[in-house]
């Protein structure tokens, strides 16, 4: 069983549109999770990390953990051309990060 | 703050040659590092975990005769690919953690081998 598994991909949005990316993952001990941004050919970087339930919001992306469901997901609003990317969740499992397989996003113009 | 480095950015080889690539933390101590390799379209594996002063941690069906780590600094830790093969041809991607810290890691820009 995978540890962290991300809805597949890909995933198209109009400009200007939300873009809504979800992730679970088996580690219920789980504490700290994360939002990569990976474009192609480039390591990943870091857009939103989230340690407790609720939502937490950064600008036009906004990530949500129930650590009760094992759930987290992350909002994309006011989609971007330049949001083309793959996004990459990630999860702590015993100070180790473990990611799951990502979501493409193609925001169409 | 927060940067790391990696050298080189892409490397093309001969096969059965080794090549070592590096990965420093420009402004932050980092007593952990981690190494991962991607292969087109999946995601990162980590492959190794590397401790300042100590032998790595390798992940299971990671060879660590072939993929040689050391990290004999708080700001610089080493892959060696020993006599490379063309299905090691991947993007290697190394983080580094805040000495201290127990979860947010920062990534190099990776590391584009290409063995012939």
Redesign the interface.
Known sequence: QKEVEQNSGPLSVPEGAIASLNCTYSDRGSQSFFWYRQYSGKSPELIMSIYSNGDKEDGRFTAQLNKASQYVSLLIRDSQPSDSATYLCAVINDYKLSFGAGTTVTVRA | GAVVSQHPSWVICKSGTSVKIECRSLDFQAT?M?WYRQFPK?????MA?SNEGSKATYEQGVEKDKFLINHASLTLSTLTVTSAHPEDSSFY?C?ARFAGG?????????T?LTVL
């Open positions: 952990t981690f999946q995601s990162l594996m980590l975990t991607i983080s127990i979860s947010e890691q920062f990534f190099g820009p990776g584009r």
